[in-house]
């Protein structure tokens, strides 16, 4: 189990670190495919959420949950994020939820993974799809509906793809789940939009560890256009919320970040979070063998 993000936002929304609603062409007859990768919320409770990367040839599925502790816990309204995993079979996922804790920013220190639920995820489209959750430690359990969290990301499960993909440049299969090996219990995922009619457009989920929660978990988002393989984009920090709950949470730009691609498999990161005197550089590869094939086929590689 690796990795980890969190807080959405939208590439039409002049705010950080929140997300924001829309709409978008339906295609009621999609299965679960490459195409649902990415960034999905529930808009009720914007500023939490999960980005989902899958390997179709094995039918595997690996989702990070980004989101806060409850505000009747004992820990109440601080950031905490869980992982779940597992095979999928047309429309539908059941997957174990795992949390993940022991861990300290950018470091290799063990992390202990343990299951303590149960996610069942289910898509009627392109754009939408429904998370129902069970989670026995905590005596939690719900059903939300999910929407893309970026408008437009939906092309490729719809089959638009651009006519001419020659070439390394920003590429829907990017998206996904990266990470250092060395540092394996925390991670990054990705979701980039190719936009014909603006800017190119990344977000990046980073789960991590920090010091100020009871639990050591951290989550932080970045996000802004795309120059080609490589983007300089704000890093923000989104606080406040309860979990599954529509709480109001509060997003502040915190520092920045330089993400390039070399290659499908392989990107390099450095960053800089300005307010804690924290900065460092990260080579970060695939965490799911196979899910590099989408973008070889746009990058015109096979």
Same mark, same amino acid.
């Given at each position: 189990?690796?990795?980890?993000?969190?807080? #959405?936002?939208?590439?039409?929304?002049?705010?950080?670190?929140?997300?924001?609603?829309?709409?978008?062409?339906?295609?009621?007859?999609?299965? &679960?495919?490459?195409?649902?990768?990415? @960034?999905?919320?529930?808009?009720?409770? @914007?500023?939490?959420?999960?980005?989902?990367?899958?390997?179709?040839?094995?039918?595997?599925?690996?989702?990070?949950?980004?989101?806060?502790?409850?505000?009747?816990?004992? %820990?109440?309204?601080?950031?905490?994020?869980?992982?779940?995993?597992?095979?999928?079979?047309?429309?539908?996922?059941?997957?174990?939820?795992?949390?993940?804790?022991?861990?300290?920013?950018?470091?290799?220190?063990?992390?202990?993974?343990?299951?303590?639920?149960?996610?069942?995820?289910? #898509?009627? *489209?392109?754009?939408?799809?429904?998370?129902?959750?069970?989670? *026995?430690?905590?005596?939690?359990?719900?059903?939300?509906?999910?929407?893309?969290?970026?408008?437009?990301?939906? /092309? &490729?499960?719809?089959?638009?793809? @651009?006519?001419?993909?020659?070439?390394?440049?920003?590429?829907?299969?990017? *998206?996904?789940?990266?990470?250092?090996?060395?540092?394996?219990?925390?991670?990054?995922?990705?979701?980039?939009?190719?936009?014909?009619?603006?800017?190119?457009?990344?977000?990046?989920?980073?789960?991590?560890?920090?010091?100020? /929660?009871?639990?050591?978990?951290?989550?932080?988002?970045? $996000?802004?256009?795309? /120059?080609?393989?490589?983007?300089?984009? *704000?890093?923000?920090?989104?606080?406040?919320?309860?979990?599954?709950?529509?709480?109001?949470?509060?997003? $502040?730009?915190?520092?920045?970040?330089?993400?390039?691609?070399? /290659?499908? %498999?392989?990107?390099?990161?450095?960053?800089?979070?300005?307010?804690?005197?924290?900065?460092?550089?990260?080579?970060?590869?695939?965490?799911?063998?196979?899910?590099?094939?989408?973008?070889? $086929?746009?990058?015109?590689?096979?």
């Amino acid at each position: 189990v690796i990795v980890g993000a969190t807080g #959405f936002s939208n590439p039409e929304d002049d705010e950080g670190g929140a997300f924001v609603f829309h709409s978008g062409s339906l295609r009621a007859d999609t299965e &679960v495919n490459p195409g649902h990768i990415g @960034a999905w919320f529930n808009p009720i409770t @914007a500023g939490q959420g999960q980005l989902i990367d899958i390997e179709p040839d094995s039918q595997f599925m690996f989702l990070a949950w980004f989101a806060y502790t409850e505000d009747d816990s004992g %820990n109440p309204n601080q950031q905490h994020w869980l992982t779940a995993e597992g095979s999928y079979s047309g429309y539908r996922a059941t997957l174990p939820i795992y949390e993940t804790l022991g861990g300290k920013f950018d470091d290799l220190q063990p992390v202990n993974s343990t299951i303590i639920g149960t996610l069942e995820l289910s #898509f009627n *489209d392109c754009v939408s799809g429904q998370a129902s959750y069970s989670i *026995d430690s905590w005596g939690a359990t719900g059903t939300f509906p999910l929407v893309r969290a970026i408008p437009g990301s939906e /092309n &490729v499960c719809l089959g638009h793809l @651009a006519s001419d993909y020659s070439g390394l440049f920003a590429n829907d299969g990017w *998206d996904g789940a990266w990470y250092d090996p060395e540092t394996a219990g925390q991670g990054f995922l990705i979701d980039v939009h190719p936009n014909p009619n603006a800017d190119d457009f990344i977000f990046i989920a980073w789960f991590t560890y920090g010091e100020t /929660n009871a639990s050591g978990q951290r989550w932080l988002t970045a $996000e802004g256009p795309m /120059n080609g393989a490589q983007a300089t984009i *704000d890093v923000y920090e989104t606080t406040g919320g309860s979990f599954d709950d529509p709480t109001t949470v509060n997003s $502040e730009q915190i520092g920045t970040m330089n993400i390039e691609f070399k /290659n499908c %498999n392989r990107a390099s990161l450095t960053y800089e979070l300005t307010n804690e005197s924290l900065s460092g550089s990260i080579d970060i590869v695939r965490v799911i063998p196979g899910t590099e094939a989408l973008c070889e $086929e746009l990058s015109g590689m096979n």
